[in-house]
């Protein structure tokens, strides 16, 4: 996967050498996306989610409060910031500003960036919820299916004790299964990566996914550390643009190196008292985390409601949230859960954007 980079500088001449140089010899790095328009780089910068955003000092370009890759193009060659981002001198060789650009990306992508390499990225995304019943392995299947459906590699890892992919994605009783991929994280085999290649099926949209596991012990027995593992795996073998994660939560010490692998975190709500009230004691105990050991933990979170999970819609919703809220998933009328999915993929794509 490229860096998806957003350009914003008045400078018309500048800005066209820069992206002819950028689109030359470094397309294989990075998918560009120039501006000489504040306001449009704005409202394209809220349609789609950019791994760097780099605007000129002067442009009035008001960076989001959760931009980690967030920079600063400056004609004076004295300074490394303006206003706590980087800033990248701009007259200097094309081939030091894309150095530059990657070293920005890879400061706030921190442990991310173990994925990184010969310009692919694959992004470890987490659907997960306080609260049981809010639709959250829905949400992920569906989001998986529509990245699919979008030409991109995606790979649906249900690592909950008791999964439900085989509900999402057909089964294949005579395949490999989840169980197989923990029985040889277990006994240490050889070339995993090549061997859960080879593990995985993949649905007529798209998406690879791990057959069921074959009791639930299985799930129950597979610890954390040999799920960061997998993961981990997965990740670094480049075979997928993303890995859609669908996990419990939970804030840990040990969970939250599994959050270090992830990009973004969705924690699924819906409009129930319940789950409104355990949301917000989610979010807190993360903005908590986040103060104490000044981490940009809550800046990977976001909100999503999603109506279809409660009966009715009653319009409730958090009074006020810390990160970022979707707003957000409807009620459908379905006849099963695979006719459910094709829906909700479509409007998770429309609504989280393909990243």
Do not use: W
Not at 313 to 326: I, W
Request: hydrophobic residues 35%; charged residues 25%; glycine residues 6%.
């Amino acid at each position: 996967m490229k860096i998806r980079l957003l350009i914003l500088d008045d400078e018309k001449d500048f800005l066209e050498r820069l992206s002819k140089v950028l689109n030359l010899n470094y397309s294989d790095d990075i998918e560009l996306y120039s501006f000489t328009q504040t306001d449009l780089a704005m409202a394209e910068s809220k349609r789609f989610k950019f791994d760097v955003i780099l605007v000129s000092e002067n442009s009035g370009f008001e960076p989001s409060e959760k931009a980690g890759c967030f920079g600063y193009l400056t004609g004076r060659q004295d300074i490394d910031n303006i206003n706590g981002y980087k800033a990248i001198y701009k007259y200097q060789r094309v081939e030091q500003i894309y150095k530059d650009i990657k070293e920005l990306f890879i400061e706030n992508f921190e442990g991310n960036l173990r994925n990184y390499s010969g310009g692919h990225f694959c992004r470890n995304i987490l659907f997960t919820s306080a609260c049981g019943g809010t639709g959250t392995s829905t949400v992920a299947a569906g989001y998986a299916m529509g990245l699919a459906t979008n030409n991109k590699k995606v790979l649906y890892l249900n690592l909950n004790d008791f999964d439900s992919v085989h509900y999402y994605f057909e089964d294949n009783k005579n395949g490999k299964s989840i169980s197989d991929v923990i029985k040889a994280i277990k006994s240490k085999k050889k070339n995993l990566a090549i061997l859960f290649q080879g593990y995985a099926e993949n649905s007529p949209s798209g998406v690879s996914y791990f057959n069921k596991a074959n009791t639930p012990l299985d799930m129950v027995e597979f610890t954390l550390d040999e799920k960061i593992e997998l993961i981990s795996i997965l990740s670094d073998a480049g075979n997928y643009d993303y890995i859609i994660l669908d996990m419990p939560f939970e804030l840990s010490n040990q969970y939250q190196k599994l959050y270090d692998l992830c990009s973004q975190i969705y924690l699924v709500s819906n409009s129930t008292d319940i789950s409104i009230i355990k949301t917000k004691q989610a979010l807190d105990a993360i903005d908590i985390i986040t103060n104490i050991k000044d981490n940009r933990l809550s800046s990977k979170f976001a909100l999503i409601y999603n109506i279809n999970s409660s009966n009715e819609d009653k319009g409730k919703r958090l009074n006020q949230s810390s990160v970022e809220v979707f707003d957000g998933i409807p009620k459908y009328s379905y006849d099963n859960i695979k006719q459910l999915i094709g829906k909700v993929s479509s409007d998770t794509v429309k609504l989280l954007g393909r990243e």
